[in-house]
């Protein structure tokens, strides 16, 4: 098993920055994809960015692409989303997530993952 946990969610302002962190345990390793997905109030969940095991493969929504930057730290078995120029549009719960595969190619898909955590909060006021 492998628990995720999300972090650093809160309340800003359109044009802030916030760094999300999303924390792994359990049987982790660094042969994980990881990613982030976010659900608006009322919309399906979607994907937002994506992260290689190495890390030096990356895959961004066209929505938040030039704006938002992950990255991963195996040796903390950490992963960050660093979001910037913040839109009301980007209210939504943050999830990370985790697929154990061999292949180095970014699933975009919320069916292909196989871990979860719980979500962290994301509020943009206007």
């Known amino acids: 098993q492998v628990q995720l946990v999300e972090s650093g969610g809160g309340l800003v302002q359109v044009g802030d920055s916030l760094r999300l962190s999303c924390a792994a345990s359990g049987r982790t390793s660094s042969g994980n994809i990881m990613a982030w997905f976010r659900q608006p109030p009322g919309k399906e969940r979607v994907f937002v960015a994506g992260?290689?095991?190495?890390?030096?493969?990356?895959n961004y929504a066209d929505s938040v692409k030039g704006r938002f930057t992950i990255s991963r730290d195996n040796a903390k078995n950490t992963v960050y989303l660093q979001m910037n120029s913040l839109k009301a549009e980007d209210t939504a719960i943050y999830y990370c997530?985790?697929?154990?595969?061999?292949?180095?190619?970014?699933?975009?898909?919320?069916?292909?993952?196989?871990?979860w955590g719980q979500g962290t909060q994301v509020t943009v006021s206007t």
């Open positions: 992260i290689s095991q190495s890390g030096s493969r990356t």
């Open positions: 997530a985790a697929k154990q595969t061999s292949w180095s190619l970014i699933w975009t898909q919320t069916h292909e993952y196989d871990y």
